[in-house]
């Protein structure tokens, strides 16, 4: 099922993973809040890419899906999808949502 | 030490790509061949899929297949690769986009979906398919090396971004070899690149083949944005 708990718990198992190869002070928190870009954000760039991959493949593992997060739409979108994890949350929603209705 | 590998292996219906599908299948690899034609025969460890490598909706249903089926990738040999030999005031537009097509977007299209299947197990082993045309910078062949010349770019750059996932990249350069891709140069012209070469013979798969053994042996970890001419070029 597409929803907010389903969506969180998916992107959780991605910064889990994500943290197993972090140091200590660059962990990521799983709140909806932790911030992804920006300066106070504590991943950098390769580490963002390295989430959006993992978060790709437990959607695939937990709804069969196969996504392009950092799409065309995402890099043109006025506030980009990828600033928190909250508002990356929102945004694996609707493309789960759009592909199980195509 | 590559048994077990789960290794994926482009146009392998034929040439190179069927010599490197029956050697690593006989090291007991698992081998994942595609190719736009089938594969003839059987073999043991391997599966083919039919599709063309720029087809990036085919090539991610592979992939998905490939994560489904095995879990995992260890290997990727991009061999996958078409040639034309014509002076460039006589090449149509429809050729030099087929060449760009395969050559340079399928490459860079397989190396981004294995990456993404390696990075999970932070480890894999990609190389690509250069020529000696590019060093040579052979008359007639400017559309085909210079797609290679972008695989080669696309080599040390993708080594670079990959690094981190413990994947390495790498590329091989082979010179003419007796396959269906120098069918239609004529052999005068082969044989004045071969002229070139340090050591002036054909070359044989089994030359590709000992380079790619290197490259993807588990132990060249700290090998990586390499390109090996063969031949002496």
């Avoid at chain 1, 950092?70 to 592909?99: C, H, K, W």
């Avoid at chain 2, 736009?36 to 990036?56: I, M």
Wanted: proline share 4%.
């Amino acid at each position: 099922m597409n929803t907010p708990e389903a969506q969180f718990s998916t992107i959780y198992r991605a910064v889990d993973w994500i943290n197993g190869g972090l140091p200590a002070d660059r962990q990521l928190t799983k709140t909806p809040e932790t911030r992804l870009l920006g300066p106070q954000s504590v991943v950098d760039s390769l580490a963002l890419v390295n989430l959006l991959i993992a978060v790709e493949r437990e959607v695939e593992d937990m709804f069969g899906i196969s996504l392009t997060l950092a799409n065309e739409r995402a890099l043109s979108m006025n506030e980009s999808p990828f600033r928190t994890i909250q508002s990356l949350a929102d945004y694996v929603g609707v493309l789960i949502s759009e592909a199980q209705n195509a | 030490m590559l048994e077990n590998k789960v290794v994926l292996i482009s146009g392998t219906s034929r040439g190179i790509g069927r010599a490197l599908v029956e050697h690593y299948a006989g090291k007991e690899c698992q081998v994942i061949g595609c190719s736009r034609s089938p594969f003839e025969g059987e073999l043991r460890n391997y599966r083919h899929y039919r599709l063309d490598v720029a087809d990036e909706s085919a090539v991610k249903d592979m992939f998905a297949q490939i994560r489904k089926n095995e879990g995992r990738l260890d290997v990727l040999i991009n061999n996958a690769g078409v040639a034309s030999m014509n002076h460039s005031l006589l090449t149509p537009m429809t050729t030099v986009s087929k060449i760009i097509q395969t050559n340079f977007m399928g490459t860079f299209l397989l190396c981004r979906e294995a990456a993404r299947l390696m990075q999970a197990r932070r480890y894999g082993r990609i190389v690509n398919f250069a020529t000696v045309a590019v060093p040579l910078k052979l008359e007639g062949e400017a559309i085909y090396a210079a797609s290679k010349a972008a695989v080669i770019s696309l080599t040390q750059i993708l080594a670079r971004e990959f690094a981190e996932f413990g994947i390495t990249v790498n590329a091989v350069g082979p010179t003419p070899i007796k396959t269906d891709l120098i069918r239609g140069v004529p052999p005068e012209k082969l044989e004045l690149l071969i002229a070139r070469q340090a050591i002036k013979r054909y070359g044989e798969p089994r030359d590709v083949i000992q380079v790619i053994d290197f490259f993807i042996d588990p132990a060249s970890d700290f090998v990586t944005g390499q390109v090996i001419f063969l031949g002496g070029v």
